[in-house]
């Protein structure tokens, strides 16, 4: 296919600029952390949890991604929660540290444990 039928074709179609998961995830996390109450002296899996859970259900798939992989989310806010960093930082780290435990292979034990933490 030629470049002028392939935009013929595609120049229709709506781009989505969020359009990947990737993205989406970090832009999720980052503003549930603008909405942070104060600072924490130790990992606000808390905050975390009660912010996600309360995600409207127009934001779709993410709000169900976040809460059936609470458990990696989890354990990336306490691995990569460091109070010393500066605030701004702390999207991109836990965006980063969750989306490699989500995608890594998981034993039996591992996923038992993922689906009694998930959250509904």
Same mark, same amino acid.
């Given at each position: ?50 912010? !996600? ?5 127009? +934001?779709?798939?993410?709000? &169900?991604?976040?809460?059936? /992989?609470?458990?990696?989310?989890? #354990? ?13 930082? !702390? ?5 980063? +540290?969750?989306?490699?435990? &989500?995608?890594?292979?998981? /034993?039996?034990?591992?996923?038992? #444990? ?7």
């Amino acid at each position: 296919m030629q470049w002028r039928q392939s935009y013929t074709l595609c120049s229709g179609m709506p781009y989505e600029l969020d359009a990947h998961p990737h993205y989406r995830a970090w832009e999720t996390l980052r503003k549930i952390w603008r909405r942070r109450p104060t600072e924490f002296a130790k990992a606000p899996v808390e905050f975390f949890e009660s912010s !996600v859970v309360s995600l409207p259900k127009k +934001t779709g798939y993410m709000r &169900q991604f976040l809460c059936e /992989n609470w458990r990696d989310l989890r #354990l990336a806010i306490e691995q990569s929660w460091n109070a010393k960093d500066p605030p701004e930082y !702390v999207p991109f780290v836990l965006t980063t +540290t969750f989306l490699n435990l &989500q995608s890594r292979q998981k /034993n039996a034990v591992e996923r038992v #444990l993922a689906e009694q933490e998930k959250l509904t």
